[in-house]
């Protein structure tokens, strides 16, 4: 039986919610000033069902995976710039190495399927599940067993970060063609038609935008996916990575860890595992807005929107990442913050 199968989820407890809110009204402060930092402290709370919620380590998940749909030309970059990323992200030089390192985060990096294997490293996990995706204009990307796999291995480090005190995680991605997979995924659970979810990715000229709309339109129509069943809309249309992702979701929410999304892609993980256990759905929280524009419609229809907005668009995990620094510091005003009555401040009650 698979971990998928086994995974047991209470989701967020909302008498936590409702105690901290309470709590939260009688700081030193008018009534709500502190807006979205305080839902944000309560939303921690609750899915750590903890009423004194604390963020110890921290650490952003980035999955690397290749996908068949690249051949197309719908990056601007070829494939084996994942193994490239891969190899940077293991000698600190991304972006999501700089960030983590501004917020204290640890950087845990594993190869689910670059189409070639980066070399050995003790830094990169080596979880592969096989060299990248198929070509998913030809048929599905992966079978339903090879996306069981990857969210399984998805479970097994969520566990294994929760084991090790971990206590918020941020997901992060790499994979070429990775925003075409999100988008056609974004495109079938939403009942949207792909243009309204489609950006340009990587940048993409006009033609190369073209190329990704046709190959979203086609695998639709050669896949015929199921909505209702997101473990189909994941293996006919999904990656390694992404399957790999909405496993760290679950995983973390199994455990009652936060997990923040980034942009399109792992939202896309995060609406997929959503889908798969509707309990952990208030688990899942967010952090920047992207502009690729089908992240905006799935966290609406996750029912949240972005914490802030900075026009990016890279993933790896960026937005997770500056978004820690917003969780800690509504934890530490819940923990820290002087109520009326221990500092002697006149509560006008309002």
Known sequence: ???LERIKIAGPDERVRAEVARRLDAKTKPRRSLGRLEDLAAAVAAIQRNPQPTVRRK???????DHGVAAHGVSAYPSEVTRQMVQNFASGGAAICV????????????DLGCRVAPPPHPAVLDRRIGPGTLDFTEGPAMS???AVRAIDVGIALAFELADRGTSLIGLGDMGIGNTTSASAMAAAFLGLAPEAVTGRGTGVDDDGYRRKLEAIVKALEVNRVDP???LDVLAKLGGFEIAGLAGVALGAASRNI???MDGLISTA??????????TARGTFLPSHGSVEVGHRHLLASLGTRPLFDLEMRLGEGTGAALAMHLVEASVRLLGEMAT???AGVTDSGA
């Open 144 to 146: 339903r067993d090879e």
């Open 228 to 230: 209702s069943d997101a």
């Open 340 to 342: 009326f009555s221990a």
């Open 1 to 3: 039986m698979s971990l």
């Open 59 to 65: 650490a952003i998940v980035v999955m690397a995976a």
């Open 99 to 110: 960030l983590a390192r501004h917020v204290g985060a640890e950087v845990v990096i594993a």
């Open 269 to 278: 993980a995060a609406f997929a595992a959503a889908r798969l256990a509707p």
């Open 258 to 260: 936060p997990i923040l």
